[in-house]
């Protein structure tokens, strides 16, 4: 559209024609304020011709026509004035842009970054409120863990100078019983200490001992739980024939907790076996067992706290042993890994036997 210098209109192209549904009879030689809307007019007289008096152009404004049956016609105008030499405005020149479709858009981005930010605001609100709640349940875990130990401590004494006096080989088996299920519980707060001291940051603590044998601590939890699984055959295959840089007790655990596992969910007429072998500067620890094998949608779950396989109800712990064996061998700067096929599933972890072919420290480590 191009104005005359009294502003009223003295040419409209072909485009313009058909948006607004005039001819151009309607709309040469009417004052462009009547082709605006009454928000138009108002920001037209208040900021665009003051503009166009003290710059002589407008840029990307938002200018609302008026189409033939009086609905506005939504534009971004750009105007220009021509002036003669001594600066009297001849034309005004403005191009307008149809912005229906680039309002919407500009709205609806305008609501996406609303329910965006909103959505982002709730989110960590939510992630406050579940970390809050996690680091309070887990120290509540630790402190539950620590005060139940004292308690055990004098049950397990009492069943010990009860176990001198017996007479009678029903009260050998009752005090032999309360034996056993005070270590079943002395190992249940173990772990679910373990598990807070990972969760809370301060790692499963080991501590490297080369000069300790490890061969004999995993042949004596063999023994122990052949007692406590009697009937099962546990087939063992130990050469450890040279010191292993690792804290004996913690590797002693996590082969109690691999050895347990296998006895629970593996075939009762097929032996179990444990291996381990120092060699190529690594000690290889396995430990396998026949049955079902293990779903391929639980493999990714095996090391994860509080997971359970299917298992006897009589057997069935807490579902952390393999989350703190899996901790345990990262302590050591290790790996454990599980395969399972219909034949056999095994277990095996793997570490340095120095310390210095490792890149780990003593002390706690944080297994978070």
Not at 334 to 362: C, H, I, K, N
Request: proline residues 5%; hydrophobic residues 40%; glycine residues 8%.
């Amino acid at each position: 559209m191009s104005l005359l210098p009294n502003a009223r209109v003295g040419y409209v192209n072909r485009a313009l024609l058909e948006w607004s549904g005039c001819t151009a009879g309607q709309m040469l030689g009417r004052p462009l304020l009547e082709l605006l809307t009454v928000p138009g007019r108002i920001y037209y007289e208040t900021h665009l011709a003051p503009l166009l008096r003290m710059h002589g152009f407008f840029s990307e404004v938002a200018l609302d026509l008026l189409e033939g049956d009086g609905e506005p016609l939504h534009t971004i105008a750009n105007g220009k004035e021509t002036r003669d030499s001594e600066g009297r405005p001849t034309s005004i020149r403005i191009a307008f842009v149809k912005s229906i479709d680039r309002r919407r858009y500009e709205q609806e981005l305008l609501r996406s970054r609303e329910m965006a930010r909103a959505a982002a605001e709730a989110t960590e609100e939510k992630l406050q409120r579940e970390h809050q709640m996690a680091e309070l349940r887990e120290q509540f875990i630790a402190v539950l863990g620590h005060d139940l130990r004292n308690p055990l401590a004098a049950l397990s004494a009492g069943a010990r100078i009860l176990d001198r006096t017996v007479q009678s080989e029903k009260e050998r088996q009752i005090v032999a019983m309360m034996q056993t299920t005070v270590m079943r519980m002395a190992g249940l707060i173990d772990d679910v200490l373990d598990l807070a001291r990972g969760r809370l940051g301060g790692g499963i603590a080991v501590e490297h001992k080369a000069g300790k044998p490890l061969e004999a601590v995993l042949t004596q939890v063999v023994v122990e739980l052949r007692l406590a699984s009697p009937g099962r055959e546990i087939v063992v295959d130990l050469h450890v024939d040279r010191p292993v840089d690792c804290d004996s007790s913690r590797i002693g655990q996590m082969l109690s907790n691999l050895l347990g596992n296998a006895l629970t969910h593996g075939s009762a007429s097929k032996p179990v076996m444990v291996r381990a072998e120092t060699r190529d500067e690594a000690l290889e620890l396995s430990v396998s067992n026949a049955g079902e094998r293990i779903p391929p949608e639980a493999m990714d779950k095996l090391f994860e706290p509080f997971f359970r396989g299917k298992a006897r109800a009589s057997r069935q712990g807490l579902g952390l042993g393999l989350y703190i064996a899996s901790q345990i061998a990262k302590a050591h700067g290790g790996e454990l890994v599980a395969t399972s096929t219909p034949e056999e599933t095994r277990f095996t972890f793997t570490m340095p036997v120095q310390a210095e072919s490792r890149d780990q420290t003593d002390g706690p480590v944080d297994s978070t």
